[in-house]
């Protein structure tokens, strides 16, 4: 555009940023480098066609002035207890394996979490559904302690987490929430997976009975023989045998 009998080019550089506090943004040292073109000559290619090149430049550094920009905080207001501060649009899938176990043995939950928002989010910064605020999983399940770490893989990440059923009464993992800020509509949404029917089997135990009949059978392979029981009552008591004390005299000579 021109301004006062002077042309000027404008270029657009644009790119995303994602905050991760509220308040004016710190954009660190911000310039912009441009080689300025002060001059032009007319040279001829291989096939003798003229063609323009510089003849001359100089660099120009520009840093640019931030105007007005102040990152708001998401509102408390309808904030949903299962929100782990995403911001944009997802949807979640959960599969486990396997689902058929007994007690105590451990279950691998799997969480999917696709990334659907129009410009794509940060997903390294993504973190996982809060396990532990999930009422019915902490009472049929033992978690580990501490959040799951993820994979990402495009526009999705893949959350791992070990489940341990308490007893044989649980029937299924229960359905996991995740919960995210819309920009577009300044809302809280949330998603939420099917449960997974499991069946869990009761824990193998053994009475002591079983143990000390298992235990007296016939010697295992590899082990030695066992020595006979002592005698009971007096005779446990018994002297030893009289020629183990006798004196015998040896002639060496």
Known sequence: FDVDGRTYYVYDLSTRIQPLRPGPPDFGPLSITLNYPTGLRVDRDF?????L???????LVAVPEILGLEVL?????????????????FAIRATASPTDAAGGDPITLVLEIEDLSEEGTNLALLQ???????????????????SPAGVVDGRGKTFTQTLRPISDEVKEIPPIEFSWFDPTSREYRAARTAAIPIT???????????????????????????EPAPPAGLLAHRPA?????????????
């Open 47 to 51: 096939f003798g066609r003229r063609q």
């Open 53 to 59: 090149s510089l003849s001359g430049a100089r660099p």
């Open 73 to 89: 905080p998401l509102p408390e207001e309808g904030r949903p207890e299962s929100f782990s501060g995403a911001v944009g649009s």
């Open 128 to 146: 996982a559904p809060p396990l532990d605020r999930v009422a019915a999983l902490v009472e049929g399940f033992r978690l580990p302690p501490g």
């Open 200 to 226: 869990v089997r009761p824990t193998e135990t053994m009475s002591l009975s079983q143990v000390v009949q298992a235990d007296s059978g016939s010697p295992r392979a590899g082990s030695s023989p066992r």
């Open 241 to 253: 045998a009289g020629s183990l004390h006798a004196d015998e005299d040896l002639d060496i000579g």
